[in-house]
């Protein structure tokens, strides 16, 4: 047992995070109530110490006291443990308090305290649970203090919730209470709390913030003499980083990139110094320019210049239509009715000398597009061929040999940019599939012009899909082994040539530089790592309906869009003649080239893989010199740190370890703001609410209504799918599309109609909706949902059923237009 005013950060293990806090207040001089600490000593031994607890309860004077858990991962920046723990109130009696202490040992292993460890990977077996005693505070008035807005993530905002009596209903939330929102300005008293109080506590807030570096959230409680007593402080661990601070007096806008390429998990350092680069250089052409930001490891782009240019505003929500979708519209149309992002004067959307590169810009991509659509079948073999040509010049020289040698090697592949042969075939199919939408409205409905995108050719994803099946198919024989072999012991097996040969050298030859999160040099391989392809295969294997069959269901998908093509032209012509033949000539050029979108990041996918290979190789060289643990921390320095290391012999081993702790963390994050603020507000907080209904709302994406049991999925590397399982996620890169084979319908939280995950979803004939908010926390596996591409919505039946069978197959053709 030690007093409370000697338990300090260094003492953690002993004292737990509770203990902590409350000491350094102690300590800052705040006004703390007394108390001491029964430290995890006790606990490891299993004895509670009643001599020593009767001696110290009788310094306190003997009175009530708050006995309190403070585990040692207990109120830390990572974990806040908030309510998972017990604490027992108004304890009289020197037995009364022992046996609150044993209580409060129990909780460390009650049942809400496991589930909150499991969830954030924390091992119980290295918890241990110290107990705070401290003298109880009559209490006129409790309550709770955030030094940041918890719900918008705003910074410039502290919030207050109190309530009369000692705080329980707030902090148990089991009764009203007042709540206060401060933002600077003179507080108003109401409620249980005065204008006073309210600017105590504002000051109170901004003291300790200031002392512990990050937002905290603060109990307090005022007694009948109106002395204000903190009984704790620990940072807030639910908000997202806040972007980088600037010295712009005006806010700034940042919107997340990384799900257009299908990213939700944090990208590695070495992955962020080089998607930088690569992001900013595919906005160009579509005349977005944007720093790219590090926020919470994620990637967003700063288009604060743009949204207060007079030009760039109006061309911004149009858009972010292409490849971030409705909900980044719907932030940045609020964003652009915030008067703090009116245009101003000088317009800094006009980069001195950029005039006249946009204007060659321009020209080669009208000369590129038109001469794309004029004659597709040419325009598809450079662009294969430049694929090609991208493969032979990503292999490395053969004498590369030197550390030295493999960064500059590195460094160059960073550089180089897309051909035009690769570039403008996309374009123009994008825009093709983008503009008969806008030419038929009041003709033909948004579903329709989802199946005509059905079965779409010349997708090197799909073709990769279809491979993925055929692989599964041949490999009949040894079903048994795929099925019943965890994934990860299949891929050691194949990688030690120990496995039975089922032709996946050959799938990996062709697909092995891809994988989930693939642009991220950080992330492995399939032909590192086939795991995740092992996993894959299983689920094509359990597909036992021939009608389900992945290439029989491409087929009907494509058979339906021909049909639905020439359906639509006929009724658009006769309709609108002019309008009609412009639809269909872009439709047919559609089906020609809107496949190749695949295709430009396939090609760039081989760059990605030589450059990860160097640079192992190069972390291979800095282990054996002790500046790394191991070859793949070099993931977590950028090019300049690595080239630092190999130049100068930076030891770096201490930065991976943090760094690598923060990306655990983030790992685990499931809520990425669409757009943030540079005050840390989440835009999408205070947006106005969606009417309230018995359908979750989102985004058709791909024509057709399914029904069964959904599955939601966090890592495509290992999940279980069944045929006709709703596949729920948030969101989906190329990675992903193998378990589109065997779900019967797709559901996002992220994504854009033309994305990938939508657009792989249309070619294989299945119904999805994106853009459905927190669709994998409002829904749960094994729930029978039905999901209508049509209307955009998923709707969750009050029954659930076990997982494993779809109630109705889809079907792309059942809510066509008649």
Known sequence: M??????????????????????????????????????????????VPEAEIAEAYQRLGAGPVAVRSSATAEDLPETSFAGQHDTVLDVTGTAEVTAAIARCWDSLHGDRAVAYRDARDVDGRTVRMAVVVQRMITAE????????????GCRAEMVVDAAPGPGTAVVDGTGP?????????????????TAARLAELRATGERLQEHFGCPQDVEWVADPQGLLWLVQSRPITTLFPPPPATDRPLPRVYLEFGHVQGMRQPVTPMGMSTLKTLVAAMLAPLGVRADIVDIGGRLYGDLTDMARSRAGRRQLVRLLAVDFGPRAQAVMRHVLTDPRFAPNGADPHRVRGAKGASLRTAARAVAGILRALARPDAARTRLFDAVERLRLDSVPPADLTTTAERLRFVRAQETDESPDDLVWPIAAGMLAAALPAHLLKGVAGPDEIHAVMGGMPHNVTIEMNLALWRLAQNAGEHRRLLLDTPPDDLAGRYLRGTLPDIGLAAFLD???????????LGVPRWDEDPAPVFAMVANLLRVTDPEQAPDRRFARAAATAEDTLRELVARARRRRPVRGRIAGFLLRRARSLAGLREAGKFAGLYRLREMRRQLLLVGVDLTSGGLLEQPEDIMFLTLDEA??????????????????????????????????LSDGTDVETVLPAAPAGGALTGVGAAAGRATGPARVVHDPGTAHIEPGEILVTATTDPGWTPLFL?????VTETGAVMAHGPTVARE???????????????????????????????????SSACPGRSTTRSDARSSRTP
């Open 510 to 520: 062709s697909y092995g530089h891809r994988g989930v999160a693939e642009v991220d």
């Open 742 to 746: 065997t779900a019967g319908a797709l």
């Open 141 to 152: 008035v409790a309550g709770v203090l955030f030094t940041a807005n918890p719900v918008t």
């Open 643 to 676: 080239h630092d290391a190999v130049h100068h012999g930076d030891d770096h081993r201490v930065t991976v370890a943090a760094r690598r702790a923060v990306h655990r963390r983030e790992t685990a994050r499931r809520h990425v703001p669409v757009a943030l």
């Open 2 to 47: 030690i007093p409370l005013s000697e338990a300090t950060a260094d003492l953690v293990d002993l004292v737990g995070g509770k203990a902590v806090g409350l000491g350094e207040l102690i300590r800052q001089g705040e006004r703390v109530p007394d108390g001491f600490c029964v430290t995890t000593e006790a606990h490891r031994l299993g004895v």
């Open 764 to 798: 294989y004939g299945i119904p999805a909706v994106i853009c459905v908010p927190d669709a994998t926390r409002r829904i749960s596996t094994g729930q029978i949902v039905t999901v209508d591409g049509a209307s955009g919505t998923v709707t969750v039946q009050a």
């Open 177 to 193: 209470v007042d709540h206060y929102v401060l933002d600077g300005s003179e507080p108003q008293g109401a409620g249980c709390l």
